[in-house]
């Protein structure tokens, strides 16, 4: 009987909330109830009540302008190489405006100086999901899969960001140098340290571990090496080609 009255009072409570402040009580009495009966019903309207709480305090904070300020501070550290300090002002301005993608651009590159890949990774594709059509999302992507040795994921990065921005010099610098180190791979110029580093990350990438077991792909690798006639055949599919091309790129198959 004390834990329904304690739910019917939340319940009310619940229905005159205005601000994120008035949840407290209705999460107080919901907490109340449990300890007196765990309910299901209670448990899920205790939920809610947190969500609405946490929704509201996300509007009560929203403000662009203080985020335009915070966006700034963080670019005055970025500028000063004091990182840290300029992830603080920009996860600031995120919070002051979830739906500013520099601010995620901004936090990305930061990240990246501070060799934070994964964390710069997710704010780059967080960033392009907010603008699909802002160039800096892209090459702030590209940028970390290039650090992360990952041409040509950052190859087809750079070229996405060309289809909405084509002339941005960024985006041109970076496919230039993703080709650079791709035609290292073709033409067999990378030194023993960076064959062990490519092919052992390849080995870790899933669709290179696919197309190395899958029947089709073995048989051209073995017609390459002992059946010129059968691999020059292969050669012509484009497919094949492709999936060649990255077993070169990740140092599994090396050209002379």
Same mark, same amino acid.
């Given at each position: ?61 929203? *403000?662009?302008?203080?985020? *335009? ?43 990246? #100086? ?11 594709? #967080? ?54 180190? %791709? ?21 870790? *990438? ?7 077991? *899958? ?32 077993? %070169? ?8």
């Amino acid at each position: 009987m004390v834990a329904k009255a304690l739910t019917r009072k939340g319940t009310a409570l619940g229905k005159m909330a205005k601000v994120s402040k008035d949840y407290e009580p209705v999460i107080e009495t919901y907490q109340k109830a449990l300890t007196e009966h765990r309910n299901p019903d209670t448990l899920k309207r205790l939920n809610e009540a947190e969500r609405a709480k946490k929704e509201l305090e996300q509007q009560e904070y929203f *403000d662009p302008a203080i985020g *335009d300020e915070e966006r700034e501070k963080g670019n005055q550290f970025f500028k000063e190489q004091k990182y840290p300090d300029a992830v603080r002002h920009y996860t600031e301005a995120i919070k002051r405006n979830p739906k500013d993608p520099r601010a995620y651009s901004n936090r990305a590159a930061c990240y990246t #100086k501070l060799g934070a890949m994964p964390e710069g990774l997710k704010d780059a594709e #967080k960033c392009i999901e907010l603008d699909p059509t802002f160039s800096k999302g892209y090459s702030r992507k590209g940028a970390v899969q290039f650090f992360m040795k990952e041409y040509d994921n950052a190859m087809e990065t750079y070229q996405e960001g060309l289809k909405h921005d084509p002339n941005n010099q960024e985006l041109l610098d970076g496919v230039r140098r993703c080709v650079q180190q %791709i035609n290292k791979a073709n033409r067999g110029d990378l030194t023993p340290e960076e064959l062990k580093e490519r092919q052992a990350k390849g080995m870790q *990438d899933p669709e290179i571990q696919n197309i190395l077991t *899958d029947p089709v792909m073995r048989q051209v690798l073995s017609d390459l090496q002992e059946n010129p006639a059968a691999a020059q055949k292969h050669m012509q599919n484009p497919m094949i080609m492709n999936k060649i091309q990255k077993l %070169i790129s990740s140092g599994i198959v090396q050209m002379k």
